[in-house]
């Protein structure tokens, strides 16, 4: 499945064309599927890329840190106030006429399609009840009013900013804020899975990343040679790589450990752990995957997996349980059945993990006359797993009414999308590469326990 094209059609300003045709000055971030084809000669020195839509994973053998950071980019823009719902805002439901989603107490409403109060103020979308859980359990956080400094509403400016660590595009590296992390926690011999991005293309917050790959799924992972000439071809390569020490022969040998590792892995016959089940989707696909990396001791460092369709311009619907009416409640379906389903899968393996939800931006506080949301701003994150002070909402809400919002009638950007990004980092390797967010000072939100932070490895207690 590809990376969702719906917002091909939009003007790149926060407009949908009429016409649905594609913008063509867009079609250049077209994706394209390739197949993973390995060949023998390059792979003892590392992967080849291939491409697909469940996002990019970053690997690092037995020398990698004990935790690990999985990265979910909602693409498209999503509509953070129908994901975490201001109820108790009155020009929320004014903006919203028929979008907005019930308030908890609201009981003309069916129970169905009121919002899960989570402080007495904002309440989750009824679809991610799977979610709901884990909140109270104190294991998932919620931000709101997330964003970066890009003003621009197109999806490419947004996401190209976030995925490259910056304020606004264009204002540095053409690097990605994962690579830069990756770049300077880097010890010899590397893993030849360092980078892994299952994805149709790879994701900007990727690009320079040591051995950084992109592909479709783990069955890619092979020689590319036929099935009856697999065991001559390993036995070769094995004769090849020998004893040597160098680092060429190193790397040839823990290639074909990994690939012996990989080639047991049957993603057809999994059983996630204590009766998870993961939907048969994109999302669900990608984090089952990364449960069996994880679960197969290969050094996962960090997985990060795209979720497209948030561009929701028509038909956007609000919460209908059951038919699931409007493009946003099979996403959002989708997105509380896929963590859930990971997070039972990992069980005690939840302390070492967190996961980041995020989107490029948000949508209008008014919808519009297509029953929809146009491009806005400020959006909702999520993060959940190890040490995480959950519970919470954690927001500078000042309200929606017009004299709140910005020029243009969006909710403005109040957390820097790089605060929630840095204590994730801080939290999952005890370090933070100075030039991660270039000409960003650094503003913790608090979103870590003291003592989980203080037990988190440090670059200088990795094997050299």
Known sequence: MALTKDWWSCDGKGHRDPSGVPNPNLLDFAPSRRGLMMGASMAMAGWLGARSALGQIS??????RDRIMVVVFLRGGADGLSIVVPYRDSD???ARP?????SPTDRTAGAETRALDLDGFFGFNPLLAPLLPL???????????????????????????????????????????LARQLADTTHDPASPLRAVAIADVMP??????PQAIAMQSLEEFRLAVGESDRAAAERALALLYGTGRDEVSIAGRETLETLKTLRTLD???????????????????????????????????VACLNKGGWDTHIAQGATVAGAKLGLLASLLDDVGQSLAAFHRDMGAEMYRISVVVMTEFGRRVEQNSSLGTDHGRASTMFVLGGGVRGGRVITK???LNAAALDEVGDLKVAIDYRDPLSAVLHAHS?????????????????????????????IADLPA
């Open 397 to 399: 809400w000042t309200g």
């Open 98 to 102: 028929t979008l907005a989603v019930a």
């Open 430 to 458: 005890g370090y933070l590469a100075p030039d991660v967010f270039p000409d960003y000072v650094r503003n913790d939100p608090g979103m870590y326990n003291h003592s989980y932070l203080g037990s988190a490895p440090k």
């Open 92 to 94: 929320y439901y004014r």
């Open 267 to 301: 993603t057809k016959s999994y059983r996630a752990a204590s009766g998870a089940t993961y939907p048969v989707s994109d999302l669900g696909t990608g984090l089952k995957q990364v449960a069996m990396l994880i679960k197969a001791n290969l050094g996962l460092e």
């Open 135 to 177: 909140y109270k359990s104190g294991e998932l956080l919620a931000l709101h009013a997330v964003g970066s400094q890009d003003p621009s509403r197109s999806h490419f400016e947004a996401m190209s900013a976030m995925e490259k660590g910056l304020a606004r595009e264009g204002s540095g590296p053409s690097s990605g804020w």
């Open 59 to 64: 690997i690092s053998a037995k020398k990698s």
């Open 204 to 209: 900007d917050s990727l690009r320079g990343a």
